[in-house]
């Protein structure tokens, strides 16, 4: 079973915004998340139903939809600003 992927138009912004370096770790390891939702190292986020992966100083925010077989990426940001 293979996800799709949806990426929320302030996530797309914000990635392209990061260094490019950076920029194309996130992007594969987006792309991974669709044979793998849940890869390890990935993390259940307190009070709503997302998840969360870290590339280096940058985290992917995303949610999963079983019944659709998509994940929606919700927020991109350096680790110190995504949370806020």
Do not use: T
């Given at each position: ?8 138009r ?16 996130i ?58």
């Amino acid at each position: 079973m293979k996800f799709a992927i949806q990426i929320k138009r302030n996530a797309q912004k914000a990635l392209a915004k990061i260094p490019s370096v950076d920029q194309q770790k996130i992007i594969d390891a987006i792309y991974q998340l669709a044979d793998a939702p849940l890869p390890s190292g990935c993390k259940k986020l307190k009070g709503k139903e997302a998840w969360r992966i870290r590339i280096g100083n940058y985290r992917v925010i995303y949610e999963i939809e079983n019944g659709e077989l998509l994940i929606f990426v919700i927020e991109i940001g350096h680790r110190k600003e995504i949370y806020k």
